[in-house]
């Protein structure tokens, strides 16, 4: 039996540190009970029910003698929950007797006794003894537990003194320090020596000799209670544990097709060959569909991700992707593409470009998170995990016991897979194991959505498009996208020299149109950065892109970008520098001058030793020339012939053969009157 109000419970709020109330007395005629305001210091006549109230829906708690009143926040075991309960059996019997027979609580326990050992019953022996029965039922009249459990029992004395506590607590300093070298073994031995010292031997001459030894458990326990209850979370670096101690706040939750698009670079663990040389540095930009959970982008790339990785991973979501999968023997019978709403990315240096920023210009709002908050961004995090985790068996692979680069797949003898082959495997991961894997996310997703869309990313896609008949975002136009990525400058326009951008003149069969309709004036153009093989005049109607070709590249020239093209001048002209034709340029300026000059030898030109780099630059630096040469391939230059919708050009010979005759000029003066 549970009393009610009793002079000096407590009540407490639940999110409380203090009392709040102390009841005082108990005013049963007009039910409600006097407390005194432990706050304010001053008493209080509160309504009975509504205390009751308030603890039933758990806004107020009950502490009595010590002990809150509420359900047992631990997890006792059925054995100690069927001794409570045979207690508070053996109590109710007691009280029977006690009442039916008008019985002392002494009597009552004879009585009860007797019964059992006639019965043979087998509660005989578990009959508590009749000091025992009496502190049961005084803790049960009273509202308080008849047993404790068995966290309870036992010597509640601290373990050592605080003396002891004292010294742990001024040493472990050392163990929290950001990126600390001690470790909780080496701290416990050097607190053990602290307690062995003299000089705390003589300041604490009270402390035992039994207790001048502590074990690492109990140095861990002190640090927890007293310094930090995460001391991992103390030692990490505070830039690391951004992420790796994140508290998990509001689930992210896409509510519709390409809402919201996660977009991130990972780096993969394999040693991979490439046309120019072996390379483990090879770094995959891929985009997911939070909605659907659909991988919808992708792109690899030998070195560290730039903002043209980010460019052409983004191209690969808003356009159709059968061209690169028919590229790499692989088919499907779906292609998901469209305009996103919003791309969420990591803060590198490959997302901070002004060309990123072009993007809300065709409505795509591409949001840069924090520095290492890769928690922002959940979807793609788990797809990297699970890519890689799913493909490490692969030949080449560098991970170890899920740790990357933990193994040398040169040194083993692994075969090498090119390029080419881990992007089809990458590609047979996103759309043969993944989008028809059950996600734990989309299945829970019944419970919010209004009816089951399904528990794979594609089967969800398909349940949304095929039979709820979803829109997908439409994509962009080539040209819009162009007028995104590519930078725009207003240029002079010249009949000789076409465009000239960056030391590069640009002409083409174009130009002669371009004359005729703007003239020899400022025109705008459109430069692609990462192509320097050609440029775009935008029309009159501000939508159509005129293309003129580099006067320097032929169709089979590589897409080098502007600063590639330069640097490879550079290169080259530093390499054919004259110095004896310098030296005789000012010779016969000094002839010429009247000035005598020495008959000097023409210096040899300097042989400059190449300094070695590293290979893995090397293959990266042939890699991205590699990538020019892809990027021609798959960007070819225009046609001879003028875009749609224009006249096309005759050729030269027709050109003539279609000029007419000259008429003929005489020369005579004409007579008056002629």
């Known amino acids: 039996m549970r009393a009610g109000f009793l002079p000096g419970d407590e009540l407490w709020a639940p999110v409380g540190v203090e009392a709040q109330y102390e009841v005082q007395v108990c005013l049963p005629r007009i039910q409600s009970i006097k407390v005194l305001d432990i706050g ?176 690492k458990k109990y140095v861990q326990r002190v640090i927890r209670e007293d310094l930090h209850a995460d001391p991992e979370h103390a030692r990490m670096d505070p830039q690391d544990a951004i992420a790796a101690k994140a508290v998990a706040g509001r689930t992210i939750r896409a509510e519709g097709l390409f809402e919201r698009i996660e977009q991130d670079g990972l780096h993969l663990p394999w040693l991979v060959r490439t046309p120019y040389g072996d390379s483990t540095d090879v770094w995959l930009v891929h985009a997911i569909d939070c909605y659907t959970s659909m991988p919808v982008g992708w792109h690899l790339v030998i070195g560290a991700p730039r903002t043209t990785s980010t460019l052409a991973c983004i191209e690969t979501i808003l356009f159709p992707k059968a061209p690169r999968l028919e590229a790499l023997g692989l088919n499907y019978d779906f292609d998901i593409y469209g305009t996103p709403q919003q791309i969420v990315a990591d803060n590198g240096a490959e997302n901070k470009s002004d060309r990123i920023l072009k993007l809300s210009r065709i409505g795509i709002d591409f949001v840069r998170l924090k520095s290492r908050h890769p928690h922002h961004k959940p979807f793609i995090e788990r797809l990297n995990r699970s890519l890689k985790s799913y493909l490490q068996t692969l030949p080449g692979c560098t991970r170890f016991d899920g740790k990357d680069g933990q193994r040398d797949p040169a040194a083993l003898g692994d075969p090498v897979m090119t390029i080419e082959e881990l992007e089809r495997w990458i590609v047979r991961f996103y759309f043969e194991y993944w989008a028809n894997h059950p996600l734990e996310r989309l299945e829970h997703s019944i419970f919010i959505d209004s009816e089951n869309l ?24 080539v040209d819009a996208w162009r007028s995104v990525v590519f930078d725009w400058h207003v240029l002079p326009l010249s009949r000789k020299s076409g465009i000239t951008y960056d030391t590069f003149e640009f002409r083409g069969d174009r130009l002669p149109e371009l004359i005729r309709k703007f003239g020899e004036t400022e025109v705008t153009v459109l430069v692609d950065r990462d192509d320097f093989r050609v440029v775009y005049v935008l029309d009159a109607d501000r939508e159509t892109l005129i293309p003129l070709v580099n006067t320097a590249a032929v169709p089979s020239t590589p897409a080098y970008s502007f600063v590639d093209a330069k640097r490879m001048l550079e290169e080259l002209r530093a390499e054919n520098v004259d110095t004896g034709s310098e030296a005789l340029r000012r010779d016969i300026f000094n002839r010429s001058a009247g000035v005598a000059t020495a008959t000097q030898k023409a210096p040899k030109p300097s042989k400059k030793s190449a300094t070695k780099q590293a290979s893995s630059k090397q293959t990266t630096k042939h890699a991205r020339e590699h990538g020019a040469v892809l990027r021609s391939a798959s960007n070819p230059l225009p046609p001879p012939e003028p875009a749609l919708g224009h006249p096309p050009m005759a050729g030269a010979a027709e050109r003539w053969a279609s000029v007419p005759a000259l008429a003929v000029l005489s020369r005579k003066p004409k007579k008056d009157g002629q």
Request: aromatic share 4%; net charge positive; hydrophobic share 35%.
């Open 454 to 477: 399904g528990s794979t990313p594609l089967l969800r896609h398909r349940t949304l498009t095929e039979k709820l008949l979803r829109p997908m975002p439409l994509p962009i136009s």
């Open 40 to 215: 304010k210091r001053t008493e209080l006549i509160l309504d009975e029910s509504e205390l009751r109230e308030q603890i039933a829906w758990g806004q107020l708690r009950v502490r009595r003698r010590g002990v809150m009143l509420a359900a047992p926040k631990t997890n006792r075991s059925p054995d100690e929950d069927a001794a409570t309960l045979a207690t508070l059996r053996m109590l109710s019997s007691l009280d029977s007797l006690r009442k039916q027979r008008q019985l002392s609580l002494n009597k009552a326990y004879i009585t009860l006794r007797e019964q059992l050992v006639a019965a043979q019953a087998p509660d005989l022996e578990s009959l508590p003894s009749l000091s025992h029965v009496y502190r049961l039922w005084n803790e049960n009249t009273k509202g308080l537990p008849v047993r404790k459990g068995n966290a309870k029992k036992g010597n509640r004395d601290p373990k050592h003194s605080d003396a002891v506590r004292k010294a742990v607590i001024d040493s472990a300093g050392l163990y929290l320090k950001t990126k600390s070298t001690w470790t909780l073994a080496a701290t416990t031995e050097y607190i053990n020596q602290q307690l062995q010292a003299p000089d705390w031997l003589r300041n604490n001459p009270d402390v035992k000799e039994k207790d001048r030894k502590v074990s």
